[in-house]
């Protein structure tokens, strides 16, 4: 999973740099959004977080 996610930032960041400005919102909404799930992936693979629910 996180290779696949790694790609795709790697896409998206690479997108962003070409992109129109029409579409720059959307692909830096979408970066944000990898970004963010590739700290949770790391937070959960160091401990700080758990990934089961609390209840």
Request: hydrophobic share 40%.
């Amino acid at each position: 999973m996180t290779n696949e996610l790694d790609r795709t930032i790697l896409e998206l960041k690479a997108e962003l740099g070409n992109a129109h400005p029409d579409e720059r919102r959307q692909i830096e909404a979408e970066l944000e959004q990898a970004l963010a799930e590739r700290e949770i992936l790391a937070a959960e693979d160091e401990g700080r977080v758990s990934a089961e629910r609390p209840f």
